[in-house]
């Protein structure tokens, strides 16, 4: 089944450089009629004396049947091709017999597609491609700067003001509307709101020149607008314009793209120079079933078309002798423009682990998720879909804005890249389903995986090729709404876990304050403790000195005399604990009252004796060696008096 299908690739891109036809549906549908004859599917399309296209297939007697746009499906259908079930309506009309009129009017009738609405608007030809632009905002209510047309010519520019019949339209062509940010999510479409105001300085070097130019300008500058305001400095006309900077080997995003959705930093490098366009290829000499002329020689093809120019078998596109990640992303973003145009996704030239490192360098909350592009060059979709859908200026917009881009090559098998995946996530689930689930022909593949900021990475979808770009695109933004749903989930997850977060630590922090007062309260306890049994112990030691000072004194003191006995005074002694009677003699000095007094517990550094009339304080005013006799002490009641208060002591702190 690999080599049939191999052949009828084989075929079919033969057929489309031999017939010059771009649409591949068109192509397929013509070779189905004459069951891949490449001889009479040629031979059919040459065009007859009035410029028509005649379809032959000798089976069915084909010159006679004219094929129109009303019933082009309904034959497909009956022919149908591998592509069948995904195959859009054709925008190429085959030609009916001589006799119909193919004259051209004065105005193209577009057949503008948006939601599953068409709508006809109809152009007078002396008008510009801008009225275009201007009449689709009208009906649809798109600006223009978010307006993605599919469907013109790769010359033709929306934006442009040259008449529309310099582009020579058919009378009638079908387009495909879509807005470049209504499809998105909605926390995509703020991202893309913010960048569309921000400013972006592009450092701009013209190679030709070696000259740099440094330009300001806001993310809603269109493509086209930079490359006009190019043109006036450099001199380029803006269709020979080659870029790069956008990504390795890509010429630029579409002219109505805004700065902002080609994804660029907003202080960025890029580099133009004059694109020298190949000489036109002749239209090659295809003789009929009764010549024996045979086929011109295809002009020679270059060599990095990666192409053989006989069997058209397309190289590999990494090399066996390949060893390293970053090696075999060189070649894959090297080739693949080259082989399937240049306006081709921005793969990152690197390892899978630093895929998911610039997946993950923004804020956790804005994290982007990584879409890993499996090729398959056994497939035989691989080169319609790469070139027709995956290359188109609308899917690629869509990943440059939403995926951090990588790639491998799965045409010899998917054991390398099991084993990559392997290493990078443990626990990703889903891979044996690359093995199991997919057939060839399901290839190529798109491996949208989202990596958790906290936890392991998961695989949101596995994405397959698609031959029409807006079942594509839905696929796609199925995908990044699937991740902006799990983001959404995780802010939600790390919102609660910050909250309980900052819970436990207000719970911490009020504990730790009243473990601290705690121990504060302890320790001004303990202190006070200690404050408390050294005063006692100072108090006790006073103590046990005055008991001692009181003992000395009552030995030296002299007996008191007895009663009745000449030259004897009574005195009458008043204390803070009571009263106190004895006799002394008169010839007695005052220090023998006041050493008895001491040994009573008033000592004389702790208590004051004071008269009563005159009031005298005996122990400060008298000398000690002075009689009782002198100082007329006979019968007098005298006073004790502490001389500090029992906070005021003399072993007080």
Known sequence: MDSNDNDRNEILANFQACSGIENVEECIAILEQTSWDLHKAVSGTLPDNNGDVVVV?????????QFTRSNIDSWSTKNSSPFSRNRPNS????????????????????????????????????????????????????????QVILGLPTDCLITSDSPISTFAFPNEVTLDLISSSASLPTCMQNRMEDRQHKPFLLHITDTDRNKTYDLNYTGSTLISDVKFDISQVTGIPTRQQRWSGFTEGHPGPHDAVTLAQTGVATDHSLSVCRSVRPAARAPPTVASDDDDVDMEEPPEVVEDTFYDCVSRTPSPLVPTTCTSQREALTFIASKFPLRYGSCSPMFL??????AIAE?????????????????????????????????????????????????????????????????EFATLQGLNALTSDYETDDFPLLLVL??????????????????????????LTRSITDISEKLQNFMLEETERRARASVLAEQDIAYNESLAADRMKEKSKQDEETVKRDKEALVEEAGRIREVRMQSIAQILREEPPWGAPGVYQLRIRTPEGQLVRRFYASDPLQTLLDYIGSRGFLQDEFRVLTLFPKRDLTEDVDGTVTLESLGLNQVTLTVERKWTDEQGPYSP
């Open 359 to 423: 997946a993950s360098s923004s804020s956790m909350f804005d994290s982007r998720g990584i879409a890993i592009y499996l090729h398959n060059d056994r497939s035989i979709l691989t080169n319609v879909f790469c070139s027709q859908v995956l290359c188109s200026e609308a899917v690629v917009s869509l990943l440059t804005l939403n995926f951090v881009m990588w790639a491998w090559d799965v045409s010899s098998g998917l054991d390398r890249l099991l084993s990559i995946l392997s290493q």
């Open 349 to 354: 030239v690197g390892s899978l682990s630093e």
């Open 57 to 65: 297939d000798d089976d069915n007697d084909l010159p006679n049947h």
């Open 450 to 475: 989202y990596v958790k900021p906290r936890g392991p990475a998961e695989i949101v979808s596995i994405v397959k090729p698609s031959l029409t770009i807006p079942e594509y695109l839905a696929d």
């Open 91 to 146: 925008n190429i009309l085959i030609a009916t017999d001589s006799n119909s009129s193919t004259g051209t009017s004065n105005s193209v009738t577009f057949l503008v597609q948006n939601k599953g609405l068409t709508y006809p608007i109809i152009i007078d030809r002396n008008a510009s491609m801008n009225e275009l632009r201007n009449q689709i905002h009208t009906i649809f209510g798109i600006p223009g700067d978010s």
